[in-house]
């Protein structure tokens, strides 16, 4: 089982600066795709950042220019530079990777436990 852990959530003020971690148990090559979902209080999961494992990337429209998803190869970790932050972006961010395992596409994915950003205005 892949575990995920993440860590650096905090309360920040608007305008303010954090940097999310994803410490992952196994060579972070092996994922296919990894990313930051959040969920905010009422609303549904949504996806943040993604990176493949060729290093490309993707952001919401809402993060684009603001968020910053990256990897350190040699500590197994993903991260989440999040920087003018606003209130909306306060949530629970999870950590998520997967790997296909099929020629029919099929995926194995894990998630780690969540970690709250909450942003004050």
């Known amino acids: 089982q892949v575990q995920l852990v993440e860590s650096g959530g905090g309360l920040v003020q608007a305008g303010g600066t954090l940097r999310l971690s994803c410490a992952t148990s196994r060579n972070i090559f092996r994922f296919d795709n990894m990313a930051w979902h959040r969920q905010a209080p009422g609303k549904q999961r949504e996806l943040v950042a993604g990176?493949?494992?060729?290093?490309?990337?993707n952001y919401a429209e809402s993060v684009k220019g603001r968020f910053t998803i990256g990897r350190d190869i040699a500590k197994n970790t993903l991260y989440l530079q999040m920087t003018s932050l606003r209130p909306e972006d306060t949530g629970v961010y999870y950590c998520?990777?997967?790997?296909?395992?099929?020629?029919?596409?099929?995926?194995?994915?894990?998630w780690g436990q969540g970690t709250q950003v909450t942003v004050s205005s």
């Open positions: 998520y990777g997967d790997k296909i395992v099929n020629v029919e596409g099929a995926r194995a994915s894990s």
């Open positions: 990176i493949t494992s060729g290093g490309s990337t």
